[in-house]
């Protein structure tokens, strides 16, 4: 038998393979940092131990995550209200649990504080909803590549912002995956931020209308804000 596999026999019999080079004892698989047979029992031991923690463990993330989708599933099958946002919201930062969220108070707060580095605003919706109205000085990447090429430092401060936050929060997971370390999603997005009495701006002029997404996601948007043309649907 090959002298690698009398080692492997020798360490499942629970002896200790060696050589006349070992010295003091010394395992043959233990010199130059290698592993000696009792820690591989030891580590069989662990493991075994370990295992059912680990797969209690796994089938809650899984439990987590199914109770997630479901809640994504009934909000795409039912009618939505306005009452409905909070929920909403709760639901986004179920399924985005790494991502940040900022509050649109706690936006319009940063904004004006000259204390802090002013955080580059971007609008991840599509053309035709940018168009409608964006917040203030807020540069339009639908991707989070191309986020993260229009910052000089990943460093920097991005906070990101669609509709109701999915899309934006999913881009600054992404984001953070890009290696990013400062993003922030902006909890109700744009919807929120109109309802709660922020600016709006179509170019550099102040603007009272948003786009509304669809007829269904518009019901979380204030109806005074929906452009005078879809109110008539």
Not at 48 to 55: A, E, G, K, Y
Not at 186 to 197: D, R
Request: proline share 6%.
């Amino acid at each position: 038998m090959p002298v690698e596999n009398q080692r492997y026999v020798l360490v499942l019999i629970g002896r200790s393979p060696t050589t006349p080079e070992a010295k003091d004892g010394e395992d043959s698989l233990s010199r130059g940092g290698g592993t000696t047979h009792s820690d591989l029992l030891r580590t069989m031991e662990t493991s075994d131990t370990s295992r059912p923690r680990r797969l209690i463990r796994a089938g809650g993330r899984w439990l987590t995550l199914a109770g997630v989708y479901l809640s994504l599933a009934s909000l795409y099958l039912r009618p939505v209200h306005a009452e409905d946002a909070e929920a909403i919201h709760d639901t986004i930062r179920k399924r985005f649990p790494t991502v940040r969220q900022l509050s649109p108070a706690a936006l319009a707060a940063w904004l004006v504080d000259e204390s802090k580095p002013a955080p580059l605003l971007v609008d991840v919706r599509e053309a035709g909803e940018f168009n409608v109205s964006h917040l203030k000085d807020a540069v339009h990447i639908t991707n989070a590549r191309g986020i993260k090429t229009r910052l000089a430092d990943p460093n920097l401060p991005v906070v990101v912002y669609c509709s109701v936050g999915y899309r934006s929060s999913a881009a600054a997971e992404q984001l953070t995956r890009l290696g990013c370390t400062n993003v922030w999603n902006l909890e109700g997005s744009i919807f929120a931020w109109a309802n709660a009495g922020h600016p709006v701006y179509r170019g550099t002029n102040q603007v009272s209308e948003v786009h509304p997404y669809s007829a269904k996601w518009g019901c979380l948007l204030e109806l005074k804000f929906h452009p005078r043309d879809s109110r008539k649907k």
